[in-house]
């Protein structure tokens, strides 16, 4: 008999990308599971918590792949990047939000980026328990080039001493510095502004800063082992990205059947995040303002190669610019429907893009992203199939049960419990 209580789920229908496993017992044990296995577990123990799922779904916690925990209406004020708001108050909002995400099933989080070092402080206070927040992978600010989008809205006559979000840099030598600066700062995963366009003020054609450049980032980055992603949105900077060998290309519109060939075979990740330009082109529609139908044409491209991207084994991932105009944080599992519906992404792949894919992102595959012996226990239960309907992800009441290792952030499971007295009754096994 162990010595500490274990938990017990009998007839779960373990969900993750390798797909469905139905009629299963996952025990855990502390932060980990211990078993996954077909049938009843015999040697239940009177302390052990037994919790009989009747075939409801228990699937790994998702992974939201691009975050901006400190984003807020971004975009509804001519402020410069970054400083729409008080360090502090961005820092509670960042609390705030990393929170709803973990609530909405979200057990990790990669960011793209946040200003004064808030996601390294908001990593420091979640590992010490000062609010519940997903494992997270702390980002930047965007490493980019004097007068790339996001640092015109620094107007020069401003003479802004503070720079927000924008770490501005020419040359390889200062992109060398940025990125040993922010690593130094707490960030894990660097963002550079490779190209305009994507809610950006600069066209998707502009490319922001040189090969060079770029490349002496990157490689600055990989020598004190973090990761560089690119807010990239056409295919020329797409080919240079992957030239260079980035890690992460974001948005990637203008994918193109060579790049979804060379990204596949590389490994690079790619987070398509059409969500935002989707409901910032609903938004202008009905403004009356008129751009909404352009981007609704660039949305409709990039969703057309998706699928193509998907088949050929890109690594997709979930995540978006939720807290931009338009798309406010608190409803993330609603980007799995849209790729499901919008683009024909079979269900079991966007989950697979939420849950391995961005395991393998945060580099903890081994311990991650799927239901499995010895990873660690995140973990959700869903009252549903969400291959039969993907959309219960994002109805709360659904989500019975969140786990972060092994600790519960939400627990409904009381009703499905089987007390002690009925177990050695013999009407459970
Ligand atoms: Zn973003």
Same mark, same amino acid.
């Given at each position: ?47 052990? @918590? ?6 409801? !779904? ?26 729409? $708001? ?26 793209? /980026?946040?200003?004064?070092?808030? =996601? ?7 590992? $010490? ?12 600010? *965007?490493?980019?080039?004097?007068? +790339?989008?996001? =640092? ?11 720079? /927000?979000?924008? &770490? @501005?840099? =020419? ?39 040189? @090969?060079?450049? %770029? ?18 949105? &056409?295919? $020329? ?20 059947? !060579? ?22 082109? $609903? ?14 044409? =660039? ?13 050929? /084994?890109?690594?997709? %991932? ?12 608190? +409803?993330?599992? *609603? ?22 894919? #961005?395991?393998?992102?945060?580099? @903890?595959? +081994?311990?991650? #992203?799927?239901?499995?012996? /010895?990873? %660690?226990? *995140? ?15 994002? *109805? ?19 009703? %499905? ?13």
């Amino acid at each position: 008999m162990p010595s500490l209580p274990r938990l017990i789920f009998r007839a779960a229908n373990v969900l993750d990308a390798d797909g469905t496993r139905p009629g299963s017992t996952v025990v855990v044990e502390e932060r980990r599971i211990t078993v996954v296995q077909q049938g009843p577990i015999l040697d239940v123990g009177p302390l052990d @918590r037994l919790i009989d799922l009747g075939g409801r !779904t228990l699937m790994p916690g998702m992974v939201s792949s691009h975050f901006h925990a400190t984003y807020h209406e971004l975009g509804s004020r001519p402020t410069p990047f970054g400083l729409e $708001e008080p360090p502090a108050l961005q820092a509670v909002r960042a609390a705030n939000n990393l929170e709803k995400l973990l609530r909405c099933g979200f057990t990790g989080a990669v960011s793209a /980026g946040a200003p004064f070092a808030i =996601d390294a402080a908001m990593k420091l206070a979640i590992a $010490e328990g000062l609010f519940p927040g997903p494992r997270l992978m702390a980002g930047s600010n *965007d490493v980019s080039t004097t007068g +790339h989008a996001g =640092d015109k809205s620094f107007p020069w006559y401003w003479e802004v001493q503070a720079m /927000g979000a924008i &770490n @501005r840099c =020419d040359g390889p030598a200062e992109f060398r510095r940025a990125v040993r600066q922010e690593i130094k700062q707490g960030a894990e995963i660097i963002k550079m502004f490779v190209t305009g366009g994507h809610g950006t003020v600069a066209p998707s054609e502009q490319i922001e800063m040189t @090969r060079d450049e %770029l490349s002496a980032g990157i490689e600055a980055a990989h020598q004190r082992g973090a990761l560089v992603r690119g807010h990239i949105a &056409n295919r $020329e900077a797409i080919h240079l990205a992957l030239d260079v060998g980035i890690d992460v290309i974001d948005h990637g519109d203008g994918l193109d059947d !060579t790049a979804i060939e060379r990204m596949a075979e590389s490994g690079t990740f790619l987070v398509p995040s059409q969500l935002f330009p989707k409901r910032f082109a $609903e938004m202008m529609d009905g403004s009356g303002l008129g751009f909404g139908a352009s981007m609704a044409r =660039d949305i409709e491209r990039a969703l057309d190669i998706l699928p193509k991207a998907n088949d050929a /084994g890109v690594k997709l %991932l979930c995540g978006d610019d939720y807290g931009a105009l338009g798309l406010p944080h608190g +409803h993330y599992a *609603d980007e799995l429907e849209f790729y499901a519906k919008e683009a024909g992404i079979p269900p079991l792949d966007v989950i697979t893009w939420a849950t391995r894919n #961005g395991a393998e992102l945060m580099g @903890r595959s +081994h311990e991650m #992203g799927s239901i499995r012996s /010895g990873n %660690l226990a *995140d973990m959700l239960v869903v009252d549903g199939d969400p291959l039969a309907d993907i959309s219960i992800l994002q *109805d709360e009441a659904r989500l019975l049960a969140i786990m972060k290792g092994g600790a519960f952030v939400k627990d409904e499971l009381a009703p %499905l419990e089987i007390p002690e007295r009925d177990r050695v009754s013999g009407a459970v096994q």
